[in-house]
């Protein structure tokens, strides 16, 4: 079966420092892998993507995430955290099997930027 | 281009009445998908129409059900509401390059 883990509920991180936030997927195949924000009382927001090609993704707002096959991870990092960079995050895999675009998510993480 | 658009934005429900949320999908996406979030079970997929067919559907009792119309519109109900149905309910269109687009979703509340 197909899942995602998220293993961290919450990150804190002083702004301007590095952030990562993690994730690890099980899928049957090649993953197509998705990061997501949600903000308070709103809907997710698109970051990132990996489908194929460079294991290295720049997606929005100066994030960034990258896929480790070997590790079966697709890590998000961003190299000087904001205070607005604080929200909800969800890396999320689409799932296996015919034409669908479902997505299993992982049970998301919540970074926390200090000033 | 216009986002995708939920309504209502909130609604207020007692148990056993029933619900029908709207979803207007970004204008040429196809696929709108639906997805329940909740504190307890995180997003959970619901179903999901593509040309006005259910392509995938989830794990969840037949109280739910959805359909899409031509212009890519989708509904989804809930018959016989319970006190678990509270939930941000989302709605998400895909474009050709496999993005999923989410609206602002809609807060159902069952007292």
């Known amino acids: 079966a197909q899942s995602v883990a998220q293993p961290e509920d919450q990150v804190n991180v002083a702004e301007g420092n590095p952030l990562t936030v993690k994730c690890t997927y099980s899928?049957?195949?090649?993953?197509?892998l998705f990061w997501y924000v949600q903000y308070p009382n709103r809907g997710l927001q698109f970051l990132l993507k990996y489908i194929t090609g460079d294991n290295l993704v720049k997606g929005s707002y100066g994030f960034e995430a990258e896929f480790n096959k070997s590790q079966t991870s697709f890590h998000l990092k961003k190299p000087s955290a904001l205070v607005s960079d604080s929200a909800l995050y969800f890396c999320a895999v689409r799932a296996y099997g015919g034409a669908t675009n479902k997505l299993i998510f992982g049970t998301g993480t919540l970074l926390a930027v200090q000033p | 281009k216009a986002g995708v658009t939920q309504t209502p934005r909130y609604l207020i429900k007692t148990r056993g009445q029933q619900v029908t949320l709207s979803c207007s999908p970004i204008s040429g996406h196809r696929s709108v998908s639906w997805y329940q979030q909740t504190p307890g079970q995180g997003l959970q997929f619901l179903f999901e129409?593509?040309?006005?067919?259910?392509?995938n559907k989830g794990n969840f009792p037949g109280r739910f059900s959805g359909r899409q119309f031509s212009n890519s519109r989708s509904e989804m109900n809930v018959s016989t509401l319970e006190l678990g149905d509270s939930a941000l309910y989302l709605c998400?269109?895909?474009?050709?390059?496999?993005?999923?687009?989410f609206g602002p979703g809609t807060r159902l509340t069952v007292l």
């Open positions: 998400a269109s895909t474009d050709w390059d496999n993005e999923q687009f």
């Open positions: 899928v049957s195949g090649n993953p197509y």
């Open positions: 129409y593509f040309s006005e067919t259910q392509r």
